[in-house]
């Protein structure tokens, strides 16, 4: 059984930082690609950032210049370090990742629970 297991959330005033990390666990084959969404209130969950195996990035427009993705392929882990942060990050963040559950099936995709981010003005 695949786990995503996320940690890190919490509250902080605004232009404070946090860091989300989540760990993948169970037995499965291989992990492709990771990211980190999030969902505020009444709004569709949204891309926030994500990261290939072989390290290639990609941001939201809303978040470039101040949040960072990275992984550790050793650990199956993937972070987000969050800075300059402001009110409207305000979310619930998820983590996502691309993975085969064995070499011949998959991928696909599976989700955290999800870690509350509260940023107060």
């Known amino acids: 059984q695949v786990q995503l297991v996320e940690s890190g959330g919490g509250l902080v005033q605004a232009g404070g930082s946090l860091r989300l990390s989540c760990v993948v666990s169970?037995?499965?084959?291989?992990?492709?690609?990771m990211g980190w969404y999030r969902q505020a209130p009444e709004k569709q969950r949204e891309m926030v950032a994500t990261?290939?195996?072989?390290?290639?990035?990609n941001y939201a427009d809303s978040v470039k210049g101040r949040f960072t993705i990275s992984r550790d392929n050793a650990k199956n882990t993937v972070y987000l370090q969050m800075n300059s942060l402001k009110p409207e990050d305000t979310a619930v963040y998820y983590c996502?990742?691309?993975?085969?559950?064995?070499?011949?099936?998959?991928?696909?995709?599976?989700w955290g629970q999800g870690t509350q981010v509260t940023v107060s003005s």
């Open positions: 996502n990742a691309e993975l085969r559950p064995t070499l011949n099936r998959g991928p696909y995709f599976y």
């Open positions: 169970g037995r499965f084959f291989s992990i492709n690609t």
């Open positions: 990261i290939t195996t072989s390290g290639s990035t």
